[in-house]
Protein backbone atom coordinates (compact mmCIF):
# COMPACT_ATOMS: atom_id res chain seq x y z
CA UNK A 1 0.00 0.00 0.00
CA UNK A 2 1.29 3.01 -0.73
CA UNK A 3 2.33 5.12 2.00
CA UNK A 4 3.03 8.80 0.14
CA UNK A 5 1.89 11.91 2.32
CA UNK A 6 1.90 15.46 1.34
CA UNK A 7 2.37 17.81 4.50
CA UNK A 8 0.53 20.38 2.58
CA UNK A 9 1.24 24.19 4.32
CA UNK A 10 3.12 22.02 6.98
CA UNK A 11 6.46 23.56 6.23
CA UNK A 12 9.18 25.35 8.63
CA UNK A 13 7.80 28.33 8.49
CA UNK A 14 3.81 27.08 9.21
CA UNK A 15 5.05 24.86 12.18
CA UNK A 16 7.12 28.19 14.40
CA UNK A 17 3.78 29.50 13.73
CA UNK A 18 1.42 26.80 15.05
CA UNK A 19 0.59 28.31 18.15
CA UNK A 20 0.10 31.91 16.71
CA UNK A 21 -3.39 30.95 15.37
CA UNK A 22 -5.24 34.22 15.55
CA UNK A 23 -2.48 36.41 16.80
CA UNK A 24 -2.27 40.09 16.32
CA UNK A 25 1.48 39.89 14.80
CA UNK A 26 1.45 40.28 11.25
CA UNK A 27 -2.13 39.18 10.70
CA UNK A 28 -3.08 37.27 7.32
CA UNK A 29 -6.30 39.16 6.25
CA UNK A 30 -7.22 42.22 8.29
CA UNK A 31 -10.85 41.27 8.07
CA UNK A 32 -10.45 38.28 9.83
CA UNK A 33 -7.72 38.41 12.07
CA UNK A 34 -8.97 41.81 14.14
CA UNK A 35 -12.50 41.41 14.31
CA UNK A 36 -14.56 38.60 15.57
CA UNK A 37 -16.02 36.07 12.93
CA UNK A 38 -19.43 34.70 12.60
CA UNK A 39 -20.13 31.16 10.67
CA UNK A 40 -23.52 30.39 9.67
CA UNK A 41 -24.19 26.48 10.16
CA UNK A 42 -27.19 24.21 10.31
CA UNK A 43 -27.83 25.27 14.02
CA UNK A 44 -27.68 29.24 13.69
CA UNK A 45 -24.80 30.72 13.46
CA UNK A 46 -21.56 30.89 15.74
CA UNK A 47 -19.69 33.90 16.72
CA UNK A 48 -15.76 33.38 16.85
CA UNK A 49 -13.17 35.58 18.50
CA UNK A 50 -10.85 37.07 16.76
CA UNK A 51 -7.95 36.04 19.05
CA UNK A 52 -9.13 32.14 19.20
CA UNK A 53 -6.04 29.66 19.50
CA UNK A 54 -6.54 26.80 21.23
CA UNK A 55 -8.91 24.30 18.71
CA UNK A 56 -10.84 21.15 19.44
CA UNK A 57 -11.90 19.13 16.28
CA UNK A 58 -14.68 16.28 16.50
CA UNK A 59 -16.26 14.07 13.86
CA UNK A 60 -14.37 13.75 10.77
CA UNK A 61 -11.66 15.62 8.56
CA UNK A 62 -11.44 19.31 11.06
CA UNK A 63 -8.33 17.74 12.57
CA UNK A 64 -6.68 17.28 9.03
CA UNK A 65 -7.65 20.75 7.91
CA UNK A 66 -6.58 22.17 10.81
CA UNK A 67 -3.33 20.54 11.00
CA UNK A 68 -2.76 21.27 6.67
CA UNK A 69 -3.26 25.25 7.96
CA UNK A 70 -0.26 25.05 10.18
CA UNK A 71 -2.72 24.31 13.57
CA UNK A 72 -2.34 21.98 16.30
CA UNK A 73 -5.11 21.73 18.36
CA UNK A 74 -5.16 21.35 21.53
CA UNK A 75 -7.31 17.99 21.59
CA UNK A 76 -8.18 15.86 18.67
CA UNK A 77 -11.35 13.03 18.80
CA UNK A 78 -10.19 9.47 18.91
CA UNK A 79 -11.77 7.83 15.85
CA UNK A 80 -12.62 4.29 15.93
CA UNK A 81 -11.83 3.08 12.71
CA UNK A 82 -8.24 1.82 10.65
CA UNK A 83 -6.83 3.92 13.43
CA UNK A 84 -4.04 3.10 16.27
CA UNK A 85 -3.41 2.33 19.79
CA UNK A 86 -4.30 5.85 20.48
CA UNK A 87 -6.94 6.36 17.87
CA UNK A 88 -5.29 8.51 15.13
CA UNK A 89 -5.44 7.65 11.63
CA UNK A 90 -1.88 7.48 9.85
CA UNK A 91 -1.68 10.52 8.27
CA UNK A 92 -2.66 12.76 11.42
CA UNK A 93 0.24 10.53 13.18
CA UNK A 94 2.47 11.63 10.15
CA UNK A 95 1.03 15.36 10.44
CA UNK A 96 2.03 15.49 14.48
CA UNK A 97 5.68 13.66 13.60
CA UNK A 98 6.37 16.30 11.28
CA UNK A 99 5.47 19.43 13.86
CA UNK A 100 6.66 16.89 16.93
CA UNK A 101 3.43 17.71 18.82
CA UNK A 102 1.05 15.81 20.84
CA UNK A 103 -2.13 17.15 21.56
CA UNK A 104 -4.73 15.65 23.81
CA UNK A 105 -6.74 12.49 22.92
CA UNK A 106 -10.22 13.06 23.37
CA UNK A 107 -12.27 9.96 23.79
CA UNK A 108 -14.02 8.92 20.63
CA UNK A 109 -18.16 9.76 20.41
CA UNK A 110 -20.45 7.06 20.96
CA UNK A 111 -23.59 8.72 22.05
CA UNK A 112 -22.30 12.19 23.25
CA UNK A 113 -19.37 13.95 22.71
CA UNK A 114 -16.45 14.09 26.25
CA UNK A 115 -17.75 17.25 27.67
CA UNK A 116 -15.98 17.17 30.65
CA UNK A 117 -12.51 16.10 28.63
CA UNK A 118 -13.30 19.24 26.00
CA UNK A 119 -13.93 21.48 29.05
CA UNK A 120 -10.39 20.61 30.85
CA UNK A 121 -9.06 22.16 28.12
CA UNK A 122 -10.65 25.16 28.17
CA UNK A 123 -10.90 25.79 24.48
CA UNK A 124 -11.34 28.81 22.45
CA UNK A 125 -13.44 27.11 19.67
CA UNK A 126 -15.01 23.97 18.45
CA UNK A 127 -14.78 22.54 15.30
CA UNK A 128 -17.01 19.55 14.13
CA UNK A 129 -18.20 20.31 10.29
CA UNK A 130 -18.57 16.71 9.42
CA UNK A 131 -20.01 15.35 12.30
CA UNK A 132 -23.27 14.02 13.97
CA UNK A 133 -23.45 16.36 16.44
CA UNK A 134 -27.37 17.05 17.46
CA UNK A 135 -29.20 20.11 18.09
CA UNK A 136 -28.86 19.39 21.64
CA UNK A 137 -25.13 18.43 21.50
CA UNK A 138 -24.02 21.77 20.08
CA UNK A 139 -25.89 23.67 23.12
CA UNK A 140 -24.03 22.11 25.45
CA UNK A 141 -20.95 22.29 23.45
CA UNK A 142 -21.62 26.03 22.82
CA UNK A 143 -21.54 26.22 26.91
CA UNK A 144 -18.13 25.59 26.73
CA UNK A 145 -16.79 27.23 23.70
CA UNK A 146 -18.23 28.56 20.10
CA UNK A 147 -18.97 25.83 18.34
CA UNK A 148 -19.33 25.23 14.05
CA UNK A 149 -20.96 22.33 12.83
CA UNK A 150 -22.03 21.08 9.57
CA UNK A 151 -24.12 23.25 6.89
CA UNK A 152 -26.98 21.57 6.46
CA UNK A 153 -27.15 17.33 7.25
CA UNK A 154 -24.99 15.28 9.53
CA UNK A 155 -22.11 13.48 8.11
CA UNK A 156 -22.26 15.21 4.36
CA UNK A 157 -20.05 17.74 4.01
CA UNK A 158 -17.86 17.45 1.09
CA UNK A 159 -14.11 17.61 1.67
CA UNK A 160 -13.56 21.14 0.30
CA UNK A 161 -16.32 22.74 2.26
CA UNK A 162 -14.68 21.12 5.38
CA UNK A 163 -11.41 22.89 4.54
CA UNK A 164 -13.02 25.75 3.69
CA UNK A 165 -15.51 26.25 7.13
CA UNK A 166 -11.67 25.10 8.86
CA UNK A 167 -10.15 27.73 7.42
CA UNK A 168 -12.83 30.53 7.58
CA UNK A 169 -13.29 29.71 11.17
CA UNK A 170 -9.56 30.09 11.96
CA UNK A 171 -9.20 32.86 10.27
CA UNK A 172 -7.26 31.79 7.25
CA UNK A 173 -9.89 31.90 4.49
CA UNK A 174 -7.26 32.69 1.62
CA UNK A 175 -4.77 29.56 2.88
CA UNK A 176 -7.76 27.29 2.89
CA UNK A 177 -8.37 28.47 -0.75
CA UNK A 178 -5.19 27.94 -1.55
CA UNK A 179 -4.99 24.17 -0.22
CA UNK A 180 -8.49 23.24 -1.48
CA UNK A 181 -6.68 23.91 -4.42
CA UNK A 182 -3.52 22.61 -4.33
CA UNK A 183 -5.45 19.48 -3.94
CA UNK A 184 -8.04 19.54 -6.30
CA UNK A 185 -4.80 20.20 -8.90
CA UNK A 186 -3.65 16.56 -7.37
CA UNK A 187 -7.38 14.77 -8.39
CA UNK A 188 -7.51 16.75 -11.55
CA UNK A 189 -3.82 14.96 -12.93
CA UNK A 190 -5.01 12.09 -10.96
CA UNK A 191 -8.32 12.32 -13.61
CA UNK A 192 -6.62 13.65 -16.69
CA UNK A 193 -3.86 10.53 -16.18
CA UNK A 194 -6.89 8.30 -16.16
CA UNK A 195 -9.61 8.88 -18.83
CA UNK A 196 -10.79 5.82 -18.94
CA UNK A 197 -12.80 6.62 -16.09
CA UNK A 198 -14.57 9.70 -17.46
CA UNK A 199 -18.50 8.85 -17.86
CA UNK A 200 -18.57 5.44 -16.61
CA UNK A 201 -21.31 4.77 -14.01
CA UNK A 202 -20.60 3.39 -10.30
CA UNK A 203 -22.31 2.09 -7.21
CA UNK A 204 -20.08 2.20 -4.48
CA UNK A 205 -21.00 -0.55 -2.07
CA UNK A 206 -20.37 -2.67 1.22
CA UNK A 207 -21.49 -5.99 2.61
CA UNK A 208 -20.95 -5.96 6.27
CA UNK A 209 -22.49 -7.46 8.91
CA UNK A 210 -24.86 -8.83 6.95
CA UNK A 211 -26.47 -5.76 5.90
CA UNK A 212 -25.82 -4.87 1.85
CA UNK A 213 -25.19 -0.92 2.15
CA UNK A 214 -25.20 1.05 -1.16
CA UNK A 215 -23.52 5.26 -0.82
CA UNK A 216 -25.14 7.66 -2.65
CA UNK A 217 -23.53 10.52 -4.12
CA UNK A 218 -24.13 12.70 -0.94
CA UNK A 219 -21.63 10.20 0.51
CA UNK A 220 -18.20 11.14 0.46
CA UNK A 221 -16.48 8.31 -0.89
CA UNK A 222 -19.04 8.61 -3.84
CA UNK A 223 -18.25 12.28 -4.05
CA UNK A 224 -14.27 11.44 -4.61
CA UNK A 225 -15.53 8.52 -6.87
CA UNK A 226 -17.20 11.83 -9.18
CA UNK A 227 -14.03 13.88 -8.45
CA UNK A 228 -11.96 11.00 -10.46
CA UNK A 229 -14.68 11.42 -13.51
CA UNK A 230 -17.32 8.59 -12.88
CA UNK A 231 -20.62 9.04 -12.57
CA UNK A 232 -23.24 7.86 -9.96
CA UNK A 233 -25.09 5.17 -11.59
CA UNK A 234 -29.04 6.41 -11.72
CA UNK A 235 -29.86 2.81 -9.74
CA UNK A 236 -28.33 3.90 -6.71
CA UNK A 237 -30.73 6.82 -6.58
CA UNK A 238 -33.71 4.80 -8.17
CA UNK A 239 -33.36 1.82 -5.44
CA UNK A 240 -33.22 3.92 -2.00
CA UNK A 241 -37.17 3.60 -1.37
CA UNK A 242 -36.25 5.13 1.86
CA UNK A 243 -35.13 8.62 0.90
CA UNK A 244 -31.98 8.53 3.01
CA UNK A 245 -29.50 11.01 2.56
CA UNK A 246 -26.17 9.48 1.94
CA UNK A 247 -26.26 5.30 2.39
CA UNK A 248 -28.92 3.11 2.48
CA UNK A 249 -29.37 -0.97 3.04
CA UNK A 250 -30.60 -2.67 0.33
CA UNK A 251 -32.24 -6.33 -0.11
CA UNK A 252 -30.36 -9.23 -0.77
CA UNK A 253 -33.44 -9.89 -3.65
CA UNK A 254 -32.77 -6.99 -5.29
CA UNK A 255 -29.25 -6.61 -5.79
CA UNK A 256 -29.79 -7.96 -9.72
CA UNK A 257 -31.41 -4.36 -10.39
CA UNK A 258 -28.03 -2.48 -9.15
CA UNK A 259 -27.53 -1.56 -12.63
CA UNK A 260 -24.02 -0.08 -12.91
CA UNK A 261 -21.10 -0.04 -15.35
CA UNK A 262 -18.41 -0.38 -12.28
CA UNK A 263 -19.20 -1.62 -8.53
CA UNK A 264 -16.64 -0.21 -5.93
CA UNK A 265 -16.96 -3.02 -3.28
CA UNK A 266 -15.31 -1.96 0.46
CA UNK A 267 -14.13 -4.64 2.29
CA UNK A 268 -11.82 -5.29 5.49
CA UNK A 269 -10.17 -8.13 4.51
CA UNK A 270 -9.71 -10.29 1.45
CA UNK A 271 -11.27 -12.93 2.87
CA UNK A 272 -13.85 -10.83 3.19
CA UNK A 273 -13.86 -10.13 -0.63
CA UNK A 274 -13.78 -13.64 -1.43
CA UNK A 275 -16.39 -14.09 1.39
CA UNK A 276 -19.08 -11.51 -0.39
CA UNK A 277 -18.09 -12.99 -3.95
CA UNK A 278 -19.14 -15.96 -3.56
CA UNK A 279 -22.58 -15.13 -2.92
CA UNK A 280 -25.40 -15.34 -5.06
CA UNK A 281 -26.82 -12.00 -4.38
CA UNK A 282 -23.08 -10.41 -5.38
CA UNK A 283 -22.50 -12.67 -8.27
CA UNK A 284 -26.51 -11.30 -9.31
CA UNK A 285 -24.86 -8.24 -9.40
CA UNK A 286 -24.56 -7.45 -13.24
CA UNK A 287 -21.21 -5.39 -13.08
CA UNK A 288 -20.20 -8.26 -10.50
CA UNK A 289 -20.92 -11.09 -13.68
CA UNK A 290 -19.16 -8.53 -15.84
CA UNK A 291 -15.99 -8.54 -13.44
CA UNK A 292 -15.99 -4.98 -13.87
CA UNK A 293 -16.15 -4.64 -9.97
CA UNK A 294 -12.92 -3.21 -7.71
CA UNK A 295 -12.39 -4.47 -4.31
CA UNK A 296 -11.24 -1.87 -1.96
CA UNK A 297 -9.15 -3.84 0.40
CA UNK A 298 -7.67 -2.93 3.89
CA UNK A 299 -9.27 -0.78 6.33
CA UNK A 300 -6.52 2.75 6.28
CA UNK A 301 -7.08 2.48 2.67
CA UNK A 302 -10.86 2.73 2.64
CA UNK A 303 -11.07 5.51 5.47
CA UNK A 304 -8.46 7.55 3.06
CA UNK A 305 -11.53 8.19 1.06
CA UNK A 306 -14.15 7.88 3.37
CA UNK A 307 -13.93 10.48 3.41
CA UNK A 308 -11.28 12.05 1.87
CA UNK A 309 -9.68 14.76 4.01
CA UNK A 310 -6.79 17.16 3.76
CA UNK A 311 -4.44 15.12 4.72
CA UNK A 312 -5.74 12.08 3.39
CA UNK A 313 -6.60 11.85 -0.38
CA UNK A 314 -2.56 11.65 -1.64
CA UNK A 315 -2.41 8.94 1.22
CA UNK A 316 -3.24 5.25 -0.97
CA UNK A 317 -4.76 7.61 -4.10
CA UNK A 318 -2.13 5.51 -6.85
CA UNK A 319 -3.59 1.81 -4.98
CA UNK A 320 -7.32 3.30 -5.15
CA UNK A 321 -7.31 4.85 -8.70
CA UNK A 322 -5.61 1.77 -9.86
CA UNK A 323 -7.68 -0.92 -8.63
CA UNK A 324 -10.71 0.84 -10.34
CA UNK A 325 -9.03 1.88 -13.30
CA UNK A 326 -8.73 -2.29 -13.75
CA UNK A 327 -12.12 -2.74 -13.15
CA UNK A 328 -13.06 -0.64 -15.93
CA UNK A 329 -11.13 -2.18 -18.17
CA UNK A 330 -13.44 -4.91 -17.93
CA UNK A 331 -16.42 -2.89 -18.50
CA UNK A 332 -18.22 -4.36 -22.17
Known amino acids: MSRRFIPVALTATVALALSACGSSEEPADDTTDEQALTIEHAFGSTEIPADATDVVTLGWGSTEAALAL ?42 EPAYEDIDALDPDLILAPYSGITEEQYEILGEIAPTVVYPEEPWTTPWRDVVSIVGESLGMTQEAEELVTELDATLEETAAAHPELSGVTVAAIW ?53 ADVVVNYASTEEEVETF ?42 DYVEAISAAVDQVG
Do not use: C, H
Not at 70 to 98: K, M, R, S
Open 70 to 111: GVVPVGIEAQTYAVDENGLLPWVNEALGEVEAEPTILPATVE
Open 207 to 259: DVGGTFYVYKPADSRVDFLLDLGLESAPSVEELDSGGESFVYSLSYEQTDQLE
Open 277 to 318: LSQSYAQAIPAVQDGAIANITGDQLIAAMSPPTALSIDWGLE
